[in-house]
T-cell receptor
């Protein structure tokens, strides 16, 4: 079974609009961490935001926020006021206690911001 | 500046050749990882190492080999046994500490093409 599911292969969003990228996960480990990375066309992976399973509040980092719904096992990334430079692949990833600190990755969502 | 350096950026391999991809980090991280990324897909773990002179196979280790003789270096050899090596290869490192809030830092990647 897929541990990380990103159901949107691609999205088009108008510049300055907010966008939500979906991520659902599957784990029986009560202690885990969720990550979002951005991969521009140049290829490098850029860390955006982290949410721990015991964190009481949703994570925020500048224009990025994480809509964490633990009971639903979802960790959607919200980008406010999108910019042309936000066009990239976005990956959701999870780290579990027993994974030797490896990250399990989703298939990604390609986001294109339209001017 | 601290970071991870992968070289070369582009690499061409003839059928039957072994090639080695370089990965060096000066972040003093204990853990290092090699991932393979195929077009439009997420990352798959090839090998990882948590300490010098020790490494473990990931999900797709067949046809690859690694070494970890120094903390800073984690080269990946793509052997002739790897039948479909054309892909984008990413090296990453992270501190090996207890806790989930440990993001991985990535290099710029190496794009390998079989000719």
């Amino acid at each position: 079974a897929q541990k990380i599911t990103q159901t949107q292969p691609g999205m088009f969003v108008q510049e300055k609009e907010a966008v939500t990228l979906d991520c659902t996960y599957d784990t029986s480990d009560p202690s885990y961490g969720l990550f979002w990375y951005k991969q521009p066309s140049s290829g490098e992976m850029i860390f955006l935001i982290y949410q721990g399973s015991y964190d009481q509040q949703n994570a925020t980092e500048g224009r990025y926020s994480l809509n964490f719904q633990k009971a639903r096992k979802s960790a959607n990334l919200v980008i406010s006021a999108s910019q042309l430079g936000d066009s990239a692949m976005y990956f959701c990833a999870m780290r579990e206690t027993d994974s030797n600190y490896q990250l399990i990755w989703g298939a990604g969502t390609k986001l294109i911001i339209k001017p | 500046d601290g970071g991870i350096t992968q070289s070369p950026k582009y690499l061409f391999r003839k059928e039957g050749q072994n090639v080695t991809l370089s990965c060096e980090q000066n972040l003093n991280h204990d853990a290092m990882y090699w991932y393979r990324q195929d077009p439009g897909q997420g990352l798959r773990l090839i090998y990882y190492s948590q300490i010098v002179n020790d490494f473990q196979k990931g999900d797709i280790a067949e046809g690859y080999s690694v070494s970890r003789e120094k903390k800073e270096s984690f080269p990946l050899t793509v052997t002739s046994a790897q039948k479909n090596p054309t892909a984008f290869y990413l090296c990453a490192s992270s501190p090996y500490t207890i806790g989930k809030r440990v993001e991985a830092f990535f290099g710029q990647g190496t794009r390998l093409t079989v000719v």
